[in-house]
């Protein structure tokens, strides 16, 4: 069957329509937001998601809301994070309405906290909806090796340096006067008279010799009186 030109032009309308639908549905659906610091996503991810944290740039492993300290969050429109887990470097933060998401990275929120007015991208509707879920992204910091004492007793030698001191020999000079040494013998003991006869070293023998030569000389001068009387 042939065309007329009305057919065709009322076909080619009918076309033009369908193309513009399916293009506002297609745009309808792109996930917008007004936040500057979040790159919008359209999927279905939750804190199990295998892709949780590799999603938008995300990187580390997920962290539960529990490890922050924040206000706003889940049924709010609006997420304030005023503290950031310790021991954990964190990546950046998801939040979730509806089947859309916002990825926050770090860098781009700045590393001054708070982290204020965190939000979901709008619904199809171009309406903020409610915040369904969301969560954070980070890494362990590593701890450094904590010291611990040896169970075994070392025993420590002590060195000890001896420093000697070079005697100087001072130099005597004419003007110097010798010190004076002066020596004290010890009086040697005298024996007892015994103890000298008993050792054979006495002199009581010579006494007992003189009174008998003095008895005899006594003697000798008496006989030789009588004779001459």
Not at 34 to 55: G, Q, S, W
Not at 75 to 89: H, R
Not at 105 to 125: I, M, Q, T, V, Y
Not at 216 to 229: F, K
């Amino acid at each position: 069957m042939r065309l007329t030109p009305l057919t065709s032009a009322g076909l080619l309308g009918a076309a033009a329509v369908a193309t513009l639908a399916l293009a506002t549905t297609a745009f309808a659906d792109e996930p917008t937001t007004d936040d500057k610091r979040a790159v919008p996503f359209l999927k279905n991810v939750d804190i199990n998601h295998p892709e949780a944290c590799t999603v938008g740039g995300l990187t580390g492993t997920p962290i539960h809301p529990d490890k922050f300290t924040y206000t706003g969050g889940d049924n709010q429109q609006y997420l304030d994070i005023t503290a950031l887990p310790a021991g954990v470097t964190v990546t950046g933060v998801l939040v979730k309405g509806g089947d859309k998401f916002n990825v926050y990275l770090a860098d781009k929120l700045g590393d001054a906290l708070p982290w204020d007015d965190l939000r979901s991208p709008f619904n199809n509707g171009g309406q903020l909806p409610q915040i369904s879920h969301w969560f954070g992204c980070g890494v362990v910091e590593e701890q450094p090796p904590s010291s611990t004492p040896s169970s075994s007793t070392s025993t420590s030698t002590s060195t000890v340096t001896h420093t000697s001191t070079p005697t100087s020999t001072p130099t005597s000079s004419s003007s110097e006067v010798a010190p004076t040494t002066t020596t004290t013998v010890a009086p040697m003991p005298v024996a007892d008279v015994d103890d000298l006869a008993a050792t054979g070293f006495g002199s009581a023998w010579l006494v007992g010799l003189g009174a008998a030569l003095l008895a005899a000389g006594a003697a000798v001068l008496l006989v030789l009186r009588r004779r001459s009387a």
